[in-house]
């Protein structure tokens, strides 16, 4: 690259002196005026110079642009508040998506689903309505909704709070595109008139169809803190197994965890979301009531472009067994054993416990959970405990961090969904032993008689090799490791 001020500089009196150029003025005058021409000259050369220059190679910065241009662009991190109606309901909506899917009753079809929590109590007792408002018409329509879970629930501050999906279904004038709709209770209907009255209109989103996408995650509501060497091995791992896309929802994230979320955001494998509290309160109890919600958010979004939603937390992950490497792999072998073949099958893996009190690998790199922690419970737990599963969202209608909840219509008499055996995959559950704190209420032993109790399993040794060549670039970008050195957070 030219400069121009090193040209300027180039040309001072000692320059000129060695050219010779000092010694040939006859007086000051002359001098001068020969020292300013003689400058102009070597300048108009030095803009000659940079012209052609510039013409000479303008071809290549100009295709650098265009391979530019045709790069993923990668969207900024987007923040989501929840929208609180003013009705007698205390209740928080997250969002609303339009679903058209062909595997829908005809009878409820198209219809808005309207993802969030209520107190359980009102709802329980009051009958609800929409009210959807319309592109290009001046009038809204109100009409009846139905109300439907995705969670249990949980206590904030002095009520009981349950996660739904309000389905307002059907909607009964589609000549207009909905582009708002608004929850209302029976109270509410009661003491105003809704067609003059203020609501909290909450946007109608569209779900897109391109870039599908044949297996994608949804991870349930992630916060505080996370060891950032482990996130690295999560994703990298379900990269290898064949997921093309990764969703989180972070709240009150740390700034370590969030820097590793926001890299692979901008690599475009992982898609970053931050969530506002829905409650003003930081306890556990109103993060894990926002859960479910973010799930159903993360399944309607991408509906039309996932062929397959693999439900996990960030500390457990579907492992593919024996000779499978790959999640196509997995479903292609299980699907060969069960007749008969299912378009959009859904599937439930067992849970193992790869507790992290049990013996660990120590030749393994420190930066390896997976490869070091190669013990885990001898005992699985039961069937329909702590599964995780890979869900196809074209039979599903309501999911809940284990499993899909509620079927489509049009798959209900049908074999939608299966428990996967061992043989073929697990859900692989890392995490120190919790048995004590539920010993009671789920008839669990105590740990220190659980820990006796276990066995060896090689299973991830088989990803070894692309595992440790796939993480050491995040790890070093990160500078999380720097010559072999692990740094600690």
Not at 17 to 32: A, E, Q
Not at 249 to 257: A, D, V
Not at 435 to 454: R, S
Not at 458 to 475: A, G, H, Q, S
Request: glycine residues 4%; positive net charge.
């Amino acid at each position: 690259m030219y400069s121009l001020e090193g040209h300027v500089m180039a040309l001072q009196p000692a320059s000129l002196t060695k050219l010779g150029i000092r010694n040939s003025c006859k007086g000051l005058g002359f001098c001068v005026r020969f020292r300013f021409m003689f400058l102009a000259a070597l300048l108009g050369v030095v803009c000659v110079a940079l012209l052609y220059n510039s013409n000479f190679t303008k071809d290549k910065p100009v295709f650098m642009r265009r391979e530019q241009v045709k790069k993923k662009s990668i969207q900024p991190v987007v923040t989501k508040q929840w929208f609180m109606p003013n009705i007698t309901t205390e209740m928080y909506i997250l969002s609303a998506y339009y679903d058209d899917r062909p595997t829908i009753d005809p009878k409820t079809r198209p219809a808005i689903r309207i993802i969030g929590m209520a107190d359980k109590n009102k709802v329980e007792k009051e009958k609800f309505s929409c009210i959807v408002t319309f592109e290009g018409l001046k009038n809204s329509i109100l009409q009846p909704m139905a109300v439907t879970e995705i969670g249990t629930g949980g206590g904030c501050h002095g009520k009981h709070f349950r996660e739904y999906i309000f389905v307002c279904a059907p909607i009964k004038f589609t000549a207009k595109k909905a582009i708002f709709v608004s929850v209302v209770d029976q109270t509410y209907l009661n003491q105003n008139n809704w067609e003059s009255h203020e609501h909290v209109r909450i946007p109608v989103r569209y779900p897109s169809r391109e870039n599908k996408v044949d297996f994608g995650s949804c991870v349930s509501i992630t916060f505080w803190t996370l060891d950032p060497y482990r996130i690295v091995e999560w994703v990298e791992l379900h990269k290898l197994w064949g997921v093309k896309e990764i969703n989180i929802y972070g709240s009150m994230m740390n700034e370590t965890t969030e820097r590793v979320f926001l890299y692979y955001h901008q690599q475009g494998i992982l898609t970053y979301t931050r969530m506002l509290r829905s409650m003003n309160e930081s306890g556990e109890l109103v993060l894990n009531l926002m859960g479910t919600p973010v799930l159903n958010d993360c399944m309607y979004r991408n509906m039309y472009r996932y062929e397959k939603i693999v439900v996990t937390d960030l500390d457990e992950m579907i492992v593919p067994r024996g000779n499978m490497m790959t999640y196509s792999e997995l479903i292609d072998a299980i699907e060969k054993e069960t007749k008969p073949r299912h378009p959009h099958r859904m599937y439930n893996f067992r849970n193992v416990y790869y507790f992290s009190e049990l013996p660990q690998n120590t030749s393994e790199p420190q930066v390896t959970l997976t490869l070091r922690q190669i013990y885990h419970l001898r005992e699985l737990t039961p069937v329909g405990t702590s599964t995780k599963s890979i869900i196809d969202p074209m039979a599903c209608r309501n999911v809940h961090n284990h499993y899909c909840w509620k079927i489509a219509e049009t798959f209900e008499k049908t074999r939608h969904s299966i428990h996967v055996h061992e043989k073929f995959g697990m859900n692989q559950h890392y995490k120190k032993c919790h048995f004590d704190k539920y010993a009671t209420a789920y008839h669990l032993p105590p740990c220190k008689e659980a820990l006796k109790n276990y066995t060896y399993d090689p299973t991830m040794l088989k990803f070894k090799t692309n595992l440790l060549r796939n993480i050491e670039k995040p790890l070093k970008d990160l500078q999380l490791i720097k010559g072999g050195q692990i740094y600690h957070f």
